[in-house]
């Protein structure tokens, strides 16, 4: 990975961008790629979607998905001690989340989350109590209520506070808070940029609110009809100590994951077959995800206007959905290198319809 494209993925994941507050995203990214597309707009969801021509027309499009939004809170009430009381946007587990640092509201107001202290929970006759979303709250330094409201609103979106950095020998671990999805959108902008001549017709989307029920691919798919689609993502690896077999799901420093059947989406076992066949016989890193579990995009990608042949292709993270998700360099270089075979085996099945 280049100076320039650790910068690039940096930036990604340091703007803030919670399901349904994606326009900063969207405004960087169409900075980044309007000098490589044919075609930029914004449908009536707030996907935005760039068409590039390539050597051959299908008769049904080929696309790409990956979303630009990431999980967050947003303000729900304030109590009369100046605590905000905060909701999730997207699936976070509970127990990461006390102390954690966060941002609120277009100014970034600092602010902490709190629970009981341990020394006390140690009495409660549930433990688990204090780790239940509901039982939190943000300490903005406010003396009351009125103080706080002077600061943030109901309604304000929360973001986890955390800047990427990249460690481990020669610096080949990402930690980021919004790898999930701005790995995705990173490989798709390098994709238009670095492909000076496509092979089939591609539209790129980013779509918005995949975090809350795979919201815009819905819309997007629906507006485009393609026949083939490809959603990039994160998924969990379980590649830790006390994790064994099927359990560890996929492992960093494997290459992309490709699925065979998730918690949302049964995949085209022929299209996703050749894939692995054409980026074996290209050298390529990739394994198969080894759990039905979760789900992304493809899902709304498949279901959506005349239906579609899907693939996804998802980078081992560890640590998801919190402030120090993690990738491997190599992971993410492996999965780059697969969107040229993606394109070259979609492309084909989509000509053939």
Known sequence: MTEH???LLSALCDMNGATGCEDEIKAFIIKEISPYCDKLFTDKFGNLIAFKKGEK???????????????????????????IKFVPVGGIDAGILPAKRVKIGKNNINGVISSKPVHMQRNDANKNDALSIDKLLIDIGAKDREDALSHVSIGDYIH??????????????????????????????????????????TYFCFSVQEETGLRGAAVAAHNLCPSVAVALDATTAGDMPGVSGMDVVCRQGEGGVLSLIDGAAIYDKELLFTVMDEAKARGIKHQLKTRPSGGNDAAA?????????????????????????????????????????????????????
Not at 323 to 328: A, Y
């Open 5 to 7: 494209n650790k910068a």
């Open 57 to 83: 027309t299908l008769h049904r499009p080929l696309m790409f998905d990956a979303h630009m939004d990431e999980v967050g809170f947003m303000v729900r009430a304030i109590d009369d001690e100046g605590y």
């Open 160 to 201: 986890f506070d955390s800047k990427t950095e990249f460690f481990g020998e020669n610096g080949g671990v990402i930690k980021a808070k919004a790898l999930d999805d701005r790995l995705g959108c990173y490989l798709l902008i390098n994709a238009m940029r670095e492909t000076t001549a496509l092979e089939y017709d």
């Open 301 to 353: 990608l498949q279901r959506a206007g005349y239906g579609a042949r899907v693939c996804a292709m998802s980078a081992p993270s560890r640590y998801i959905h919190s402030p120090s998700s993690t990738v491997r360099v190599e992971d993410v270089d492996s999965m780059q290198a697969m969107i040229g075979v993606m394109i070259h085996v979609c492309g084909k099945f989509a000509e053939n319809e």
